[in-house]
């Protein structure tokens, strides 16, 4: 028998009943993710990777077919497609919700048609037309704040005030989805970690993570970032345990959904500091 199709307002539902931040697993089909661990050539070595982080524990796949990486190419759609679509068919009875990570239009439109209940969007769903490929669905969408393109955006980023400016965005971009018929209950915010951002830049959003999740839910993703590199003065392959406590710090600052390369590892950690914390399995 058929596996049952997780419903489009999934992620609705999963944020509204959790005591505790969902993982987001990360599996990218591309040549040039930052982190090998998580970069898979093949749709089939990519979705056995994402079947292996549903065991682990996660509550969401997030699917990428293009890098966002500091000087990373942008991708044609039709080879976002190309990347994306494998892996995103042969995941849909999985049980989880799929969210798509993409920047453009024409790759949400085909990935919400094929059961995908979440968009993640590093640029907030400012390309034309993908408010609207958005707003006809009952799918959640992530906002992301990133100042300038992945190609250059690392050259030589600038803030007058980095949090009042990320949220005067985020909060704007909430406007134009409320506006374009996105309800509040599906957007999640995010202030993007490393998307033009300097070293204390992200220090001072990560410090503002209580303030931004009165936005809406907050996804974070610290994992493996070259911040987290700056802090421990280790490459990107040896962030585990860095990233781990990044995780635990900001779910202890109301992260909503943690957006991680290693959804085992976070698990056991939030496992045992909230049951520290006195809170139950
Ligand atoms: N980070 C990356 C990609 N997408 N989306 C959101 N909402 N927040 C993030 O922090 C974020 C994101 C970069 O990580 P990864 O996908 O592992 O690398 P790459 O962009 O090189 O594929």
């Known amino acids: ?40 050539a093949s749709p089939g070595d990519a979705a056995e990777h994402a079947r292996r982080l549903i065991d682990e524990g996660a509550d969401i796949i997030d699917l990428g077919g293009e890098s966002t990486r500091p000087g990373a190419q942008p991708v044609a759609a039709d080879e976002e497609l190309r990347r994306v679509m494998p892996v995103l068919e042969a995941l849909c009875g999985a049980g989880v919700p799929l969210s798509v990570d993409t920047r453009q239009p024409a790759v949400m439109r085909a990935a919400l048609a094929a059961g995908a209940t979440m968009i993640n969007d590093v640029s907030a769903l400012r390309a034309p037309g993908a408010l609207e490929a958005v707003a006809g669905t009952d799918a959640s969408v992530c906002l992301m704040h990133m100042q300038g393109e992945p190609r250059t955006m690392q050259e030589a980023p600038r803030y007058a005030d980095v949090v009042g400016e990320v949220t005067a965005f985020l909060e704007a971009r909430i406007g134009a989805c409320l506006a374009a018929g996105i309800s ?15 070293f204390e830049d992200n220090l001072a959003l990560a410090g503002a993570l209580p303030s931004l999740a009165k936005l809406a839910p907050v996804l974070v993703g610290l994992s493996r970032k070259s911040m987290i590199g700056a802090m421990t003065g280790r490459a990107a392959a040896d962030r585990l345990a860095g990233s781990v406590s990044a ?25 045992v500091w909230r049951q520290l914390e006195g809170e139950g399995r």
Not at 184 to 198: A, C
Not at 247 to 271: N, P
Request: charged share 20%.
């Open 1 to 40: 028998m058929a596996p049952d199709p997780v419903p489009a307002n999934a992620v609705i539902a999963a944020l509204a009943q959790r005591r505790w931040p969902l993982l987001m697993g990360i599996v990218n089909v591309t040549p040039d993710s930052f982190h090998d661990g998580s970069r898979f």
């Open 184 to 198: 509040r209950q599906r957007i999640v915010v995010d202030p993007g970690f490393g998307f033009g951002k300097r």
């Open 247 to 271: 995780a635990l710090w900001a779910a202890r600052r109301g992260a909503a959904i943690l957006r991680v390369h290693d959804v085992a590892a976070t698990r056991d950690a939030l496992a």
